[in-house]
């Protein structure tokens, strides 16, 4: 089945730098999610990109698309302690009554 | 407030026992969601219900079991068929036709066999 896979598996950076998390994809999509998840606890959505946009802002996050490549990219720019989670992606197929794929997700962790 | 209940928070079961876990939500939602997650990986879909008293296996569905009387509750329970339980699971649902806007997800419950 269709899956996302993130990369990196984990990612360490300073306080006020910028992460950079990717997800690859197998089979034609109709929209693709990320979401965050702190540790023991459950999964948020943050944002969600349709196959027919390139690009979404929201706040500091912002989301790429590149269906010719299937991959998708996810920038937290200013990042902050609290943004330390893991981060998910998933898939979705079609408009109505899908299930969404999730993929092993990317660690973050900011340091301060 | 909407949301998803999930509980309990943190579970044991003993070998050979079944457990239900709880999943209740108040956001009206058609779909309803179970997934599992082991340390470090991803969400494995074990069943979901778009509609009461209709439910379908997911990717990892063999000793499980779940029910959906009222379009709130999704129970989960956790069989002695099931021979690794011990993992953190996940309830979510969404409104199917604004699926687009993406699940809400419980706070989950932790399952540890004893």
């Known amino acids: 089945s269709q899956q996302g896979e993130e990369d990196p598996q984990a990612l360490s950076i300073q306080e006020g730098e910028n992460a950079t998390m990717n997800c690859s994809y197998k089979?034609?999509?109709?929209?693709l999610q990320w979401y965050r998840q702190n540790s023991g606890r459950g999964l948020v959505h943050l944002i969600l990109?349709?196959?027919?946009?390139r690009e979404k802002h929201s706040g500091r996050l912002r989301v790429t698309l590149d269906t010719s490549k299937k991959s998708s990219s996810l920038l937290i720019t200013a990042s902050r302690a609290a943004d330390t989670a893991s981060y998910f992606c998933?898939?979705?197929?079609?408009?109505?009554?899908?299930?969404?794929?999730f993929g092993p997700g990317t660690r973050l962790s900011v340091l301060p | 407030d909407g949301g998803i209940t999930q509980s309990p928070k943190y579970l044991f079961r003993k070998e050979g026992q079944n457990v239900t876990l709880s999943c209740e939500q108040n956001?009206?939602?058609?779909?309803m969601y179970w997934y599992r997650q082991d340390p470090g990986q991803g969400l494995r879909l074990i069943y979901y219900?778009?509609?009461?008293?209709?439910?379908q296996k997911g990717d990892i569905a063999e000793g499980y079991s779940v029910s959906r009387e009222k379009k709130e509750s999704f129970p989960l329970t956790v069989t002695s068929a099931q021979k690794n339980p011990t993992a953190f699971y996940l309830c979510?649902?969404?409104?199917?036709?604004?699926?687009?806007?993406?699940?809400?997800f419980g706070s989950g419950t932790r399952l540890t066999v004893v």
């Open positions: 979510a649902s969404t409104d199917l036709l604004r699926a687009n806007y993406g699940y809400t």
């Open positions: 219900s778009q509609i009461v008293n209709d439910f």
């Open positions: 990109i349709r196959s027919n946009e």
């Open positions: 956001l009206n939602h058609d779909a």
């Open positions: 998933a898939t979705g197929t079609y408009n109505y009554g899908q299930n969404f794929v």
């Open positions: 089979t034609s999509i109709n929209n």
